[in-house]
Structure formats: structure tokens, C-alpha cells
């Protein structure tokens, strides 16, 4: 499944970017509301746990952007205060907690046959699912219905004890990567239209120029909330043009090599017929320039280890 554990501290992340995912957030809360943030009424109680939970984290780990009060929290950069403490609270618990942080968000609840369903989300910067779409679903609808590469064989059963076991002091991370085609950090382009009735990734060659190419990651963490018992799911997506990504001291040769190692399903599940013929050149050629510029290929592994 690719977890590893990390350290409550590290649990959301923030950097310099905050505005530009604040003011898209705040823009795609407002044209696309319950479309992209909604709470199911038998999740209201874990939504407000995980906006008490963020409340009390965030200015104790980043106390020179938040500040708490008594009723709730302020933003100190953004100037917004939020009472988290009114009933009923003024907008719905994950808009205000999605609008805290950078991350997408999302609320498991343990269901009387064991499934886990999601029913709270504040999925504003997913660039390729809607939460419109898989609203309500089980843990393994919300995979198969988006056909997740070898979801049913390699990752549905050790994905379901996994969310049974979970103790609420481990928190867990697990990061994926993209390419698109695109800019598009809300929403991606390649996918088409975003209220089009079904999306998918484009399959014809854009043949575009590498400038034009992107690397999308996401940082997902996952806990246990303590009182209510409910999955928190965060989404932390990061959004790096290609040729920033290849500047880095082996990255290229790694990309290149991790692209040319998918097989037919995770190729047509990440698109790779869009962007891999002018994706692969790009970083080969950059490889090679590393590589005569003196870059030590013995040394990777050492290097690769950081910082975990
Ligand atoms: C143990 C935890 C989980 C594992 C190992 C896992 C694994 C995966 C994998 C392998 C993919 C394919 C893309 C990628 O490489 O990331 C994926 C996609 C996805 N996952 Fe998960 N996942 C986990 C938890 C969750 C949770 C809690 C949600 C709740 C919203 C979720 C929602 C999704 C969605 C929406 C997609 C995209 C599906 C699509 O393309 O339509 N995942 N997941």
C-alpha cells in the first residue's frame, strides 16, 4: 500500500504556495459548492471532530500564521476568523476546514458490515475525481469505480483490515505522482470537462511541448479521530512543471525509469499515451546531461534515502 508511519507533528504541511490554493479553494467553494464540499448528516459529528482537531493543531504547529481564540481560530496571513464553536456553525465543517489548509479532505465512517463510506469531503483541488462522484461510496467503490490498477488482487483486502486496525496515535502517509498536460491545480484540462457526465484521461498523443508538461503528487496522510471514531483523509497535492522537477540531481533518470516500468493498466490509468513519447525524450536527454556533467550514478542509493 505503499503507508509509511509519520510523526503527529508532520500531519498537515504548508508552504509558500498557500495563497494561490487559498484563493482557488475559496473561488471553487464559491461556483461549485456541494458539488466539491458536502457532509452527510451522520458525519456532521467526525467533520466538526476534524475542524476541532485542526483547530487545536495548527496554530500549536505553525504559530506564527494561526492564532487560537476562544471560539475557534484565526488565519493571521489571510486575516479570516472562524468560530468553530456556533451551532449551527456558518458554513459546512469541511468548507471551514478546507479552507484552513492547503490539503483536500475527506471523512470515513465505519459502517455495521465493517465498510468504510465516505460521507464528508472538502475536495476542492482533486485535478481528476469528483467528489460528486464518489460521494457515499465504500472504500472499494470509490477505487473500482475509477478503475485503480490492480485494486481487487494487490490492495482491497490489506486497504480494509488496514482501516479496521487503525489506532487513533499512528498517523500514516502514503504519495502518489501524475503527469498532466496541464496547469490545472482545481481541476486538470486532460480530463475534459469537469460537469461533462463521465471523465477520463485523454488518450491521443498532444504531442505539446515539455514546458507544458507537469508533475502531480499527492501527500495523503490518514488517521483515526479519537472520539468519533472516523477516518481523517488528507490530500495534500503538489503541482511542479517538468522541466523543475528534472533539475534535481537524478530525478530525470528515476522518472524516466519509474514511467517505462508501468505496465498496460497503470499506463492507460495515468495516461501515459497522452505525454510519454515527449515526457521520455525530455528526461533522457536531462539524464544524460547529468550523467556528463559527472553525476555519480554509484551514489543514488544513498541519495534516494532521504528523507525517508
Ligand atoms: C490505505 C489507504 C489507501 C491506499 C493504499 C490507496 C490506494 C490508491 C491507489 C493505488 C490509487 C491509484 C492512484 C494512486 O496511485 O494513488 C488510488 C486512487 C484513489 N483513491 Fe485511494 N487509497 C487509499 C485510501 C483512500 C481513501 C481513504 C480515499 C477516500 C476518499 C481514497 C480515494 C481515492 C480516489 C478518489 C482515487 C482516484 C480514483 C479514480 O481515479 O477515480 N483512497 N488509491
Redesign the pocket.
Known amino acids: 500500500?505503499?503507508?509509511r508511519t509519520v510523526h503527529p507533528h508532520g500531519w498537515i504541511e504548508l508552504d509558500n504556495e498557500f495563497p494561490k490554493y487559498h484563493a482557488e479553494k475559496a473561488a471553487r467553494i464559491e461556483e461549485r459548492g456541494d458539488k466539491c464540499v458536502k457532509t452527510a448528516p451522520e458525519a456532521l459529528d467526525a467533520a466538526i471532530e476534524l475542524l476541532e482537531e485542526l483547530t487545536a493543531y495548527l496554530p500549536a504547529r505553525y504559530p506564527s500564521l494561526y492564532k487560537r481564540t476562544r471560539e475557534g481560530i484565526d488565519n493571521l496571513w489571510s486575516g479570516e476568523s472562524f468560530n468553530v464553536v456556533e451551532r449551527p456553525l456558518r458554513e459546512d465543517p469541511m468548507a471551514i476546514c478546507g479552507r484552513l489548509v492547503q490539503d483536500d479532505l475527506?471523512v470515513?465512517l465505519e459502517q455495521p458490515d465493517g465498510q468504510?463510506r465516505?460521507l464528508a469531503?472538502s475536495i476542492l483541488l482533486?485535478g481528476?475525481?469528483r467528489l460528486s462522484?464518489?460521494f457515499g461510496m465504500t472504500?472499494s467503490d470509490?477505487?473500482t469505480?475509477?478503475?485503480?490498477?490492480h485494486?481487487r488482487e494487490k490492495?482491497e483486502t490489506s486497504?480494509n483490515k488496514?482501516?479496521r486496525r487503525m489506532k487513533c496515535d499512528t498517523f500514516?502517509a502514503?504519495n502518489?505522482?501524475?503527469f498532466q498536460v496541464d496547469d490545472g491545480l482545481g481541476w486538470s484540462s486532460s480530463m475534459g470537462d469537469e460537469d461533462a457526465q463521465k471523465v477520463a484521461r485523454g488518450t491521443a498523443p498532444t504531442e505539446k511541448a515539455i514546458e507544458h508538461h507537469w508533475f502531480r503528487s499527492?501527500r495523503?496522510t490518514?488517521r483515526r479521530l479519537p472520539k468519533t471514531r472516523a477516518?481523517a483523509?488528507t490530500i495534500r497535492t503538489y503541482l511542479v512543471p517538468v522541466t523543475e522537477m528534472a533539475k534535481e540531481p537524478y530525478v530525470p533518470g528515476r522518472l524516466a525509469s519509474a514511467v517505462r516500468s508501468w505496465d498496460e493498466l497503470v499506463s492507460s490509468?495515468k495516461g501515459k499515451e497522452e505525454y510519454a513519447a515527449v515526457l521520455l525524450d525530455f528526461l533522457d536527454e536531462k539524464h544524460k546531461e547529468q550523467v556528463d556533467d559527472g553525476l555519480d550514478l554509484e551514489k543514488e542509493d544513498e541519495v534516494r534515502k532521504y528523507p525517508w
Open positions: 500500500m505503499g503507508l475527506a470515513l468504510y465516505l469531503g482533486a481528476f475525481w462522484d464518489k472504500l470509490v477505487h469505480s475509477g478503475d485503480v490498477p485494486f490492495l486497504m488496514f482501516f500514516h502514503r502518489n505522482y501524475f499527492e495523503q490518514l477516518v483523509f490509468y
